[in-house]
């Protein structure tokens, strides 16, 4: 410990991030010593390390991806029958399955991890001296770089990308990505979770996610962390952008922003997916709830679905204005979608109560989110 710290000083002193590491190393291999840092550069060593770490990184996300993912495949297999409203622009649209909602997010996680698993094996070493001619090993230089791509298990880039930091900025972005997802997963559940709502809660033990003052309240703290990092990383990337311009042929300016960017992208884009694995496996759904507010409209919820079943019989531009006149005066009236449609004279001579009924049971109106729930998680078993 005390051999670090009096090396951290000197790191300090010098006002620069390896020299004193080189000393330390050359005085601790002896005749050999001579040959530390032959024919290199600071960055050489710094991205070289950098690219290890960063592939270290990206296993663990790729782990933490796995398990989220998991996580949603069975949420979407146990609802995959369940109903529920779906919401556009904030008000109820159509009828979905829970079921649906989960498969479609672990289609996109799946992609995710196809991206992160591409970025691994696209990791280089960097190995090209001063100004990346490597002009102090002559001929042997790309033999060098080669060998020593080799032996830490990275790429040989056969070139210098001292300036060329568009891989960084692909990796942030990456990772931003993956935490903008898990963001919005934890979004959803904020709202649904919602007093008037009330359909899905964060899974808690007893004593967490509660007020310091209201005894009421059951707070989705979880997943308004989550949302949180998805945040902090949402701003990396564009910093991993602006440090792409860089002063040829090497820039500390730009350079030197990545050691922040970098470790940061990781460390919030890792937690934001490991906590949204916990909060996908850990979630609780209120069945009753879902059931209610399905009805909540009246039947409304199945409007599209009348409406089209008439199209067959007169157009759906007159389906339309039909269904939306019925829906005005239902609601000025205060009697229901189900009743207004059962008075009206046009629509009762050409469909039932039976057949109105079943047009407006949600469970009916779902599509084929059935069938892509099956699929997705077909593929992704």
Not at 186 to 204: C, K, M, P, S
Not at 304 to 315: F, N, R, T
Request: proline share 4%; glycine share 8%; aromatic share 4%.
């Amino acid at each position: 410990k005390r051999q670090l710290e009096g090396l951290g000083a000197q790191i300090k002193a010098a006002s620069h991030p390896l020299t004193p590491i080189i000393a330390a190393v050359e005085s601790n291999c002896g005749s050999y010593g001579q040959y530390v840092h032959f024919g290199a550069t600071t960055q050489d060593i710094l991205d070289s390390g950098l690219m290890l770490q960063v592939r270290a990184g990206l296993n663990l996300l790729i782990k933490a991806h796995q398990q989220l993912l998991q996580a949603c495949v069975l949420q979407a297999k146990t609802w995959r029958d369940l109903p529920m409203a779906g919401r556009t622009h904030g008000q109820h649209g159509v009828p979905v399955t829970l079921g649906l909602k989960f498969a479609l997010l672990a289609s996109e996680f799946n992609r995710h991890l196809d991206r992160l698993r591409e970025l691994i094996a696209m990791l280089p070493v960097q190995f090209a001296g001063a100004a990346g001619t490597l002009a102090t090993l002559g001929a042997d230089g790309a033999r060098v770089r080669a060998g020593l791509a080799k032996t830490l298990r990275l790429v040989d880039p056969k070139h210098s990308w001292h300036t060329g930091r568009d891989l960084i900025a692909h990796i942030t972005s990456q990772l931003a990505i993956s935490a903008a997802t898990c963001g919005k997963i934890a979004n959803e559940v904020v709202n649904l979770q919602r007093t008037e709502i009330g359909e899905l809660a964060e899974g808690a033990a007893p004593g967490t996610g509660g007020s310091s003052t209201m005894p009421q309240t059951r707070n989705p703290m979880q997943a308004q962390y989550i949302v949180a990092l998805s945040r902090l990383l949402s701003g990396r990337p564009a910093l991993a952008l602006d440090a792409m311009m860089h002063e040829p042929e090497r820039d500390m300016a730009s350079w030197t922003v990545e050691w922040a960017v970098v470790p940061e992208s990781f460390i919030y884009g890792h937690a934001a997916v490991v906590q949204c694995a916990q909060l996908v496996a850990n979630l609780q759904v209120d069945e009753t709830r879902i059931a209610q507010n399905l009805e909540h409209t009246g039947g409304l919820i199945c409007a599209e679905a009348v409406m089209m079943d008439l199209a067959g019989d007169m157009g759906r531009s007159q389906a339309h204005h039909a269904i939306a006149d019925l829906i005005s005066q239902a609601r000025q009236t205060g009697v229901s979608f189900s009743e207004a449609l059962n008075k009206d004279a046009t629509i009762g001579a050409l469909r039932s109560p039976a057949q109105i009924a079943t047009l407006l049971n949600p469970a009916n109106y779902t599509g084929d989110a059935v069938q892509t729930v099956d699929r997705i998680v077909r593929e992704l078993e």
